[in-house]
């Protein structure tokens, strides 16, 4: 069982930035990729970015490189997700998931976080 709960979603203009924080729990987390999907409306869930746990390792879509780092703070056992030069497209609910690695299969979902990029 793992558990996952995102925050800092918030409104903010285009041109700025936001960090949003994903908390996981659990017995297994570690074992699994933590990543990052969005979903605006009309528009099917899409991957952003994911990272290892253990050995921190990151990937993310081309639509967001050099925008956004995601990062780990294995204190806080909390993976976050820095987003700069934020555009209205970015605009969609984020979603925090563990995914098995190696696989493209979400074993857990947090309930996601509101961000809005006005223009």
């Known amino acids: 069982q793992v558990q996952l709960v995102e925050s800092g979603g918030g409104l903010v203009q285009a041109g700025g930035s936001l960090r949003l924080s994903c908390a996981a729990s659990?017995?297994?987390?570690?074992?699994?990729?933590i990543t990052w999907f969005r979903q605006a409306p009309g528009k099917e869930r899409e991957f952003v970015a994911g990272?290892?746990?253990?050995?921190?390792?990151?990937y993310y879509v081309d639509s967001v490189k050099g925008r956004f780092t995601i990062s780990r703070d294995n204190a806080k056992n909390t993976v976050y997700l820095q987003m700069s030069s934020l555009k209205p497209e970015d605009t969609a609910v984020y979603y925090c998931?563990?995914?098995?690695?190696?696989?493209?299969?979400?074993?857990?979902w947090g309930q996601g976080t509101q961000v809005t990029v006005s223009s």
């Open positions: 990272i290892n746990w253990s050995g921190g390792g990151t």
């Open positions: 659990g017995r297994t987390f570690r074992r699994y990729v």
């Open positions: 998931a563990a995914e098995r690695p190696g696989s493209d299969y979400v074993d857990y």
